[in-house]
């Protein structure tokens, strides 16, 4: 079984221990139950869910485990389950808005901390997310290879779409800042300006894409300003 404890903050004395049922593995294709139903990329969605910390409302907790299929709900005073849910989809749990905790990966889900009712659903318009998104004020901030999807947290529904910037290519793993939004990539920190924000030159980025299609003398003169 894996667990879930709350501990004093003063003395580190564990006030209460839960425990949740593990993923049980026999092989990949079948995993303990010897029926094949999608049984690979269950699994692999389950293992691809980084060490998330738990989130705490107001009187429960609400964990997505690395190990388990599914996520559970323990109350804040004496660790019982609440509720639980199998969802594989769940590779990051974003916060939480209006009362549901936002989960999210191919599909992106509001759950009611309550009961675990879903309240609603978004899809990615048939793409993936592209590492992890971000969160605040009530909005979602969803990277796929091929634009960024801004989506109400409260309602579930698209607010705009965003294509990269060519130049860049797309980002992940955002972090929502004062500023504006931070993403990486496999060669970049960048940071994203709000909307209407005048487009900024990048001479490196453009020198590089020049030369990618054999415009040298046009790459030099592009990378020496």
Same mark, same amino acid.
């Given at each position: 079984?894996?667990?879930?404890?709350?501990?004093?903050?003063?003395?580190?004395?564990?006030?209460?221990?839960?425990?949740?049922?593990?993923?049980?593995?026999?092989?990949?294709?079948?995993?303990?139950?010897?029926?094949?139903?999608?049984?690979?990329?269950?699994?692999?969605?389950?293992?691809?869910?980084?060490?998330?910390?738990?989130?705490?409302?107001?009187?429960?907790?609400?964990?997505?485990?690395?190990?388990?299929?599914? *996520?559970? =709900?323990?109350?804040?005073?004496? $660790? !019982? +389950?609440? /509720?639980?849910?199998?969802?594989?989809?769940? &590779?990051?749990?974003?916060?939480?808005?209006?009362?549901?905790?936002?989960?999210?990966?191919?599909? *992106?889900? =509001?759950?009611?901390?309550?009961? $675990? !009712? +879903?309240? /609603?659903?978004?899809?990615?318009?048939?793409? &993936?997310?592209?590492?992890?998104?971000?969160?605040?004020?009530?909005?979602?901030?969803?990277?796929?290879?091929?634009?960024?999807?801004?989506?109400?947290? !409260?309602?579930?529904?698209?607010?705009?779409?965003?294509?990269?910037?060519?130049?860049?290519?797309?980002?992940?793993?955002?972090?929502?800042?004062?500023?504006?939004?931070?993403?990486?990539?496999?060669?970049?920190?960048?940071?994203?300006?709000?909307?209407?924000?005048?487009?900024?030159?990048?001479?490196?980025?453009?020198?590089?894409?020049?030369?990618?299609?054999?415009?040298?003398?046009?790459?030099?003169?592009?990378?020496?300003?």
């Amino acid at each position: 079984m894996g667990s879930l404890s709350a501990l004093n903050a003063f003395t580190g004395e564990a006030v209460w221990v839960s425990g949740y049922p593990r993923m049980g593995l026999a092989n990949m294709e079948y995993a303990a139950s010897g029926v094949l139903d999608k049984m690979r990329e269950r699994v692999l969605k389950i293992i691809a869910r980084g060490p998330a910390s738990p989130v705490v409302a107001e009187d429960v907790v609400i964990l997505a485990p690395k190990d388990a299929a599914g *996520v559970y =709900a323990f109350n804040r005073t004496g $660790g !019982r +389950v609440r /509720w639980s849910r199998e969802i594989e989809d769940a &590779r990051y749990i974003l916060g939480l808005c209006e009362g549901n905790v936002l989960l999210a990966d191919d599909e *992106v889900r =509001a759950v009611d901390v309550d009961t $675990g !009712r +879903v309240a /609603w659903k978004y899809s990615l318009q048939g793409e &993936r997310l592209y590492g992890r998104p971000g969160y605040a004020g009530g909005t979602l901030y969803l990277p796929t290879a091929s634009s960024l999807q801004i989506v109400d947290a !409260r309602t579930g529904k698209l607010c705009s779409n965003h294509p990269w910037d060519a130049r860049l290519g797309p980002l992940g793993n955002l972090v929502v800042t004062s500023r504006g939004i931070l993403g990486v990539n496999e060669e970049q920190v960048v940071q994203m300006a709000p909307a209407g924000a005048p487009r900024i030159e990048l001479p490196l980025e453009e020198a590089r894409a020049l030369a990618a299609q054999g415009k040298m003398e046009e790459a030099s003169a592009r990378y020496a300003a």
